[in-house]
């Protein structure tokens, strides 16, 4: 779902509509509140395009959005809290109620970090995890559930086994994320800046143009 999320938001970058997010967000509301109706009432509606635009899961991919905006566009306010509402409300409709409960801890938790009151997790050990967290979480499931099964399947105790899948799941994201992730992080950054920081040999050459 993630891949799709990305290339969505690929699209919409490629094709300038993302200052037009806002219209985006309520169109993905809408498509999920129609594919709940659809389904509660036993109608066909599109797989491809469920999955696709995974409807089901949007409105938390919304929430993210907004939260974002409001960090770096204060002036939205209000517009992005009428939308956060709209994706809470949808999630309701659309999904069982404990999505509904994960979606306001998770509105919690963001407002709590937008307004400063997580500063603790400053600490070096939650810089760390955060550091090696994407890792973790594309390893975790994959890697750490197979072991757990075989652990289990050979007579080790279910606690025994998880401490050590998760034990070697952090020691493989970590060796991940600073081997892989952040070097490619770093290129692929330091290209970007490169690409927007303007030629000096262009610089002049347009100078008399101007």
Not at 50 to 75: D, K, S, W
Not at 99 to 112: H, N, S
Not at 125 to 137: C, R
Not at 153 to 170: G, H, K, M, Q, R
Request: with cysteine; proline share 4%; charged share 15%.
């Amino acid at each position: 779902m993630e891949l799709f999320f990305y290339v969505q938001m690929l699209v919409w970058w490629m094709s300038g509509q993302l200052k037009r997010i806002h219209w985006i967000i309520a169109a993905w509301l809408l498509v999920a509140v129609v594919y709940a109706e659809t389904t509660q009432h036993q109608l066909h509606f599109s797989y491809i395009v469920r999955e696709m635009l995974i409807v089901r899961h949007i409105p938390f991919f919304a929430i993210g959005i907004l939260f974002y905006r409001i960090c770096t566009r204060p002036q939205e306010l209000w517009l992005n809290l009428a939308l956060m509402a709209l994706s809470l409300i949808a999630i309701s409709v659309s999904l069982a109620p404990v999505f509904l409960v994960a979606g306001l801890v998770c509105c919690t938790i963001f407002a709590l970090f937008i307004t400063g009151q997580l500063r603790w997790l400053r600490a070096r050990a939650f810089v760390f995890l955060g550091q090696i967290s994407y890792s973790l979480y594309l390893l975790h499931q994959g890697i750490g559930y197979a072991l757990i099964h075989r652990l289990e399947a050979n007579a080790v105790p279910s606690l025994v086994a998880v401490i050590f899948a998760a034990c070697v799941s952090l020691v493989l994201a970590t060796i991940l994320a600073y081997g892989v992730e952040c070097p490619v992080m770093r290129i692929l950054r330091d290209a970007w800046r490169r690409r927007r920081l303007p030629q000096p040999g262009l610089d002049e050459e347009a100078a008399p143009l101007r």
